[in-house]
């Protein structure tokens, strides 16, 4: 079982729509938690962090399950430009190792 | 604030042949990481640096890439002999310490041929 898993998609989802995707990590000593997007041929880039209230930031809501082992990334409204690939970090142990999930690439259809 | 800042953007190289990555951090920024992306995957970790040491180089294949970060700021990845299958897009990011979000350059598109 890999560290973290993505379903790398493709979610194609129509304009205005809401769209939510998970991803699970195995070690349950993981600390810190955040979402990344990155365009094509992009770098990627920090959307949200993950905090275990979870957090909202406009359209997007971000939670944490510690229980099962996954957070969440919900997006509302979904506009074209949100089409990315959507990546899930987790930081787990006493050496902080960043352990990067492979993706889950969103398409926004009008 | 500048950004985290690399060079070349792109770099086409034979086979056999060196080739080095410069990355210059965000300022203030102690963690430093090199990554290798292929597409359709997430970052690979190559290395990662707390200041001028490097804490976990456990997945950078030794016998022929290195990396040094002297002084604690700016650090080159370099690979020496190239082999076709290093084509990939090499990252760098920092972050103030190893649990904040890190930043990303642009990424150094390397093709080996």
């Known amino acids: 079982r890999k560290e973290v898993e993505q379903d790398p998609g493709p979610f194609n989802v129509p304009e205005g729509a809401t769209v939510a995707f998970n991803c699970t990590y195995s070690n349950s000593a993981s600390q810190s938690f955040f979402w990344y997007r990155q365009d094509c041929r992009k770098e990627p880039k920090l959307l949200m962090s993950v905090y275990s209230s979870g957090n909202e930031d406009g359209r997007f809501t971000a939670q944490l399950n510690r229980a099962s082992q996954y957070i969440s990334l919900l997006i509302r409204d979904s506009k074209l430009s949100d089409s990315a690939t959507y990546l899930c970090?987790?930081?787990?142990?006493?050496?902080?190792?960043?352990?990067w999930g492979a993706g889950t690439k969103l398409i926004i259809k009008p | 604030e500048a950004g985290v800042v690399q060079s070349p953007r792109y770099k086409i190289i034979e086979k056999k042949q060196p080739v080095a990555f410069w990355c210059n951090p965000i300022s203030g920024h102690n963690t430093l990481y090199w990554y290798r992306q292929n597409l359709g995957q997430g970052p690979e970790l190559l290395i990662r640096y707390e200041n001028e040491e490097a804490v976990d180089d456990s997945q950078l294949p030794k016998d022929r890439f290195s990396a040094e970060r002297l002084k604690g700021v700016d650090s080159t990845l370099k690979i020496q002999p190239a082999e076709l299958g290093d084509s990939a897009v090499y990252l760098c990011a920092s972050s103030l310490d190893p649990i904040a979000e890190a930043f990303f350059g642009q990424g150094t598109r390397l093709t080996v041929v």
């Open positions: 970090v987790v930081n787990i142990g006493s050496n902080y190792q960043l352990i």
